[in-house]
Every structure is written in C-alpha cells, then in structure tokens.
C-alpha cells in the first residue's frame, strides 16, 4: 500500500501543470475500453468535469467515499485530486479512471486501483457510479475492463475489493464477476456519517479469472454484456471447477 495523498499537488490554480507522458516500471495503460465506455486517466483539464461529477453525488459519496466527497469542493481542490493522481500513476502507486460515455462531458463514475504490492502482484478496485447511470452496467463493464488488463497485460495473482455490508448494489456486482467471498472486516471502515461498518472482502486471483474466462455463463467472459438487467443464475469460480469435474452445481445470485 502507499501513504502518498492523491490530494497533493504543486500548484492548486485549475491548469496545474501538465500530466506527465513518463510510465513507470509498472503501469497501466493510459485508457481502457470496455464495451460501451472508455476509461481514461484524468487530464488537468478534467478537473472542472471531474467536480461536477462529484457535485452531484456528494451526498451518496459521503457514505462509501468520505474523503473525495469532503475535500472536493471547488476547482482548485479538484485541480490538487488530479494532479495528485498523476503522481502516483507516475509512481506506478496507483491508476485512477474516470468512466466516460460517448456524449457525456462529464464522467459517469470512477474506478481506482490502489494498495498496490507490485511484489506479488496484487491490488485493490473502487468504484462509483453517476446516480443517473446506476443499474445501466456501467460499474460491470469498467471492473471487467480493469480486471482484464491486471490479470492479462500485468499477470496479477490477486485483485480484491471491499464493500460495505450494507452496499447491495456493489454486492451483488462482486459476486456477480464472480469474485470469491473470502469473509467479513468487521468494524473496517467508519463512512462519513460517523457510522462504523463491517467491510465484506471479495477477492479473484489468476486462477479464478482463467477460470471464470473460460466459463460462457460468466459475465466476465468475453462478448457478453451486461445490460442492466441480471442474469437470474450464474456459475461461479467453485461451480466452474466441479462442472470440469462433471458435477455442476448452480446456486441464485
């Protein structure tokens, strides 16, 4: 993991500087794409768009992402958020992504890696979604893509993320991509609210996503996007492994 602030920035005027071309040892590429959306690393003249974006989920935000949602609140400190994102992209600490529909000026969520351990390697997923794009499978669509490029491109062993328990929606898409229920962080994390939460840990390593690829049912699997609208039942990484042993067993998401 790393201490360094994605809020630290030389310069906190709007056109703080220019992002830097320089990739580290380690890297992710500069832009993903998934099925109907791009991912892109923030540029400093995304800081205004990146505000707005925040502008109107604040109040959501508070709860699952105090920080952003606290220390975001004019063009100066968003210019500081994206400047200091660029540092650790440049660090190779971390790759933040905002998510970006083709007739959107504004992005329509965000997705970071972080608590990066390059020894491994293995890494943590966060994510939010624009209120008005929730169930449209826009978070599906941007976790595949970036779980793609960190097991394919950057051999990664294991990718996790955490969700509070009482986050159905984030939930359901971890067990949706089929990432393993691995147990519960209790008293984790305290939200913006001042409540203290439980964090369930999910977690894929290699072996589960040549797994979970290989299985058509999957939507993890190449081809298949998600609309929106569930699959009713969908095999999973201890499924996939018995049906390889021709004993298949389906359990309801």
Request: proline share 4%; aromatic share 10%; glycine share 6%.
């Amino acid at each position: 993991s790393t201490t360094f602030s994605p809020w630290r920035c030389e310069r906190t005027r709007p056109d703080c500087g220019q992002i830097s071309t320089m990739q580290p040892a380690h890297s992710f590429p500069d832009s993903l794409a998934a099925e109907r959306f791009d991912l892109r690393r923030y540029q400093p003249s995304d800081a205004s768009a990146v505000l707005r974006l925040v502008d109107r989920n604040r109040e959501r935000l508070l709860r699952n992402f105090p920080e952003l949602a606290q220390r975001m609140k004019t063009v100066e400190e968003a210019c500081a958020y994206v400047g200091g994102t660029d540092q650790q992209w440049r660090d190779g600490a971390g790759f933040v992504y905002g998510i970006w529909a083709p007739s959107e000026a504004t992005p329509i969520g965000q997705v970071r890696v972080k608590n990066i351990v390059w020894k491994v390697p293995s890494a943590e997923l966060s994510y939010f979604v624009d209120k008005d794009w929730v169930r449209r499978g826009v978070a599906t669509e941007a976790v595949r893509a970036v779980l793609r490029a960190a097991f394919e491109t950057h051999g990664f062993k294991r990718v996790y993320v955490r969700v509070m328990a009482a986050n159905e929606e984030s939930l359901a898409l971890a067990r949706r991509l089929e990432l393993r229920h691995e147990g519960v962080q209790r008293n984790a994390f305290r939200c913006g609210l001042g409540e203290l939460h439980d964090l369930h840990l999910f977690a894929m390593t290699d072996v589960d996503f040549s797994i979970v690829l290989a299985t058509a049912a999957s939507p993890l699997a190449a081809g298949l996007v998600d609309s929106g609208v569930q699959n009713t039942f969908s095999l999973s990484v201890a499924d996939a492994a018995a049906a390889a042993s021709g004993q298949p067993s389906w359990r309801m998401v």
